[in-house]
């Protein structure tokens, strides 16, 4: 059975930082895009970060952009999300996503496997 296992979500001040991770199992994804989607409350599911199956190629939504970094490790079969200077607005569910291509994803529709979400809250 396929899963994607997210873990490190919780409630931090504004300006402070959190590192996510993802754990996968049941296959191996080191030839998978693999990334970070989030969803507000009664907002939209949306992408945040995603990194080609090598590594070496990332990509980041504009309001995420210089603020968190995507990392993984194939050995491990794991995918990393550090955020950094954090705002209220990064409050969301994160969702850890797996799509099969060389390439990389940004919208959902591209995604084959989600993990379950952890959440984050940002107070100001």
């Known amino acids: 059975q396929v899963q994607l296992v997210e873990s490190g979500g919780g409630l931090v001040q504004a300006g402070g930082s959190l590192r996510l991770s993802c754990a996968a199992s049941g296959r191996t994804f080191s030839t998978s895009a693999m990334g970070w989607f989030r969803q507000a409350p009664e907002k939209e599911r949306e992408f945040v970060a995603v990194?080609?199956?090598?590594?070496?190629?990332?990509y980041y939504a504009d309001p995420v952009k210089g603020r968190f970094t995507i990392s993984r490790d194939n050995a491990k079969n794991t995918v990393s999300l550090l955020m950094t200077s954090l705002k209220p607005e990064d409050t969301a569910v994160y969702y850890c996503a797996a799509g099969d291509t060389r390439g990389i994803f940004t919208t959902a529709s591209d995604i084959d496997y989600w993990g379950k979400g952890t959440t984050v809250t940002v107070s100001s």
């Open positions: 990194i080609s199956w090598g590594g070496g190629y990332t």
